[in-house]
Nanobody, 120 residues
Framework: QVQLVEFGGGLVQPGGSLRLSCAAS????????MRWHRQVPGKERELVAA????????AYLDSVKGRFTISRDNAKNTVYLEMNSLKPEDTAMYFC?????????????WGQGTQVTVSA
């Protein structure tokens, strides 16, 4: 069955770094764009970063540009989010998402999330 499992969340001080990983299984990973979203209780989930299936293109939320880097290893079926210069406002549950668009149909898979807390 399809699984997306996130790793790497935790508590970090402002200015610190974390690297999130998302291990995928049960689908053809290299055929899916991969995205990281985050959500704070009471707010809508927001798209933080995205990477194309062949890693040729990336996109970022304006507030994380220059601080976060998304990458993927199709041989390991894993997507990463390197987060540097973390700020308290980056505190959220971070979710991994696999998306495929085909013939007008969108297919999404989601992980369970990993908590990132930025606090002194």
């Amino acid at each position: 069955q399809v699984q997306l499992v996130e790793f790497g969340g935790g508590l970090v001080q402002p200015g610190g770094s974390l690297r999130l990983s998302c291990a995928a299984s049960g689908f053809t990973f290299r055929s899916y764009a991969m995205r990281w979203h985050r959500q704070v209780p009471g707010k809508e989930r927001e798209l933080v970063a995205a990477i194309g299936s062949l890693a040729a293109d990336t996109a970022y939320l304006d507030s994380v540009k220059g601080r976060f880097t998304i990458s993927r290893d199709n041989a390991k079926n894993t997507v990463y989010l390197e987060m540097n210069s973390l700020k308290p406002e980056d505190t959220a549950m971070y979710f991994c998402n696999a998306r495929q668009k085909s013939g007008g149909t969108i297919r999404d898979y989601w992980g369970q999330g990993t908590q990132v807390t930025v606090s002194a």
